[in-house]
């Protein structure tokens, strides 16, 4: 079965705090997205990680992928109120069937 | 990037009733999707939508509930049909296209918001 977890689904955090979030799926991936979206609106692209060991940062978010763990995350960095928003991961199973993680609330707390 | 559009943004739509939703890109892509997101959930995938041909359902989807249209490589249609207030979501288009400066990109439309009564 193709399954997609995420951790933690909620998660509040002081403003300059660091945290992770993380994404474990089932099977072998050809493609990991990581996608913000704000209430009330579309799903904007911050990451596409297509190999082991890939390192994306943008900002105060850094994603890493390993795809012997089957494991990404996604590191925040020194927090800011502006990065509130739910946080989802997505796998591609190498048939363009994409799966997408519950996703993470993120609230940070000024 | 590509740049999407949905029409409408948002309906409220009477039980028993049908909906077309409609996507529409600025740059020929290969492949387009169909997503539904419930309120405070996750995406699912409903269905892809395939240039010329039947759309590829996913499991629990059934294209009598939910036919799709592609004409063309920029255009793609999805149809709520009889309808009812389990099918009040949020849907979105999305596009991929292989081979381009964007490849390994999903990018996804500001989607439909649907309240069936």
């Known amino acids: 079965e193709l399954k997609v977890e995420q951790n933690p689904l909620f998660l509040s955090m002081q403003e300059g705090k660091n945290y992770t979030i993380y994404c474990n799926y089932s099977?072998?991936?050809?493609?990991l997205y990581w996608y913000r979206q704000d209430p009330g609106k579309s799903l904007e692209s911050l990451f596409v990680?297509?190999?082991?060991?890939a390192v994306k940062q943008e900002g105060r978010l850094m994603a890493s992928l390993d795809t012997k763990a089957r494991l990404s995350t996604l590191h925040i960095t020194a927090a800011v109120h502006d990065l509130s928003a739910t946080y989802f991961c997505?796998?591609?199973?190498?048939?363009?069937?994409?799966?997408f993680g519950k996703g993470t609330r993120l609230h940070i707390l000024p | 990037s590509a740049v999407i559009s949905q029409k409408p943004s948002r309906d409220i739509c009477q039980r028993g009733t049908s909906l077309t939703i409609q996507c529409q890109v600025d740059?020929?892509?290969?492949?387009m999707f169909w997503y539904r997101q419930q309120p405070g959930q996750s995406l699912t995938l409903i269905a892809t939508?395939?240039?010329?041909?039947?759309?590829?359902?996913e499991s629990g989807f059934v294209i009598d509930k939910f036919p799709i249209s592609r004409p063309n490589l920029t255009f793609s249609t999805l149809t709520v049909s009889n309808m009812s207030p389990e099918d009040s979501s949020i849907y979105l288009c999305?596009?991929?296209?292989?081979?381009?400066?964007?490849?390994?990109?999903?990018?996804f439309g500001p989607g439909t918001r649907l309240t069936v009564l």
């Open positions: 099977t072998t991936s050809d493609r």
């Open positions: 990680l297509l190999s082991n060991g």
């Open positions: 939508a395939n240039q010329g041909s039947e759309a590829t359902y």
């Open positions: 997505a796998v591609d199973f190498r048939d363009d069937k994409i799966i």
């Open positions: 740059s020929q892509v290969t492949m």
């Open positions: 999305s596009v991929e296209a292989r081979g381009t400066s964007w490849d390994n990109e999903q990018f």
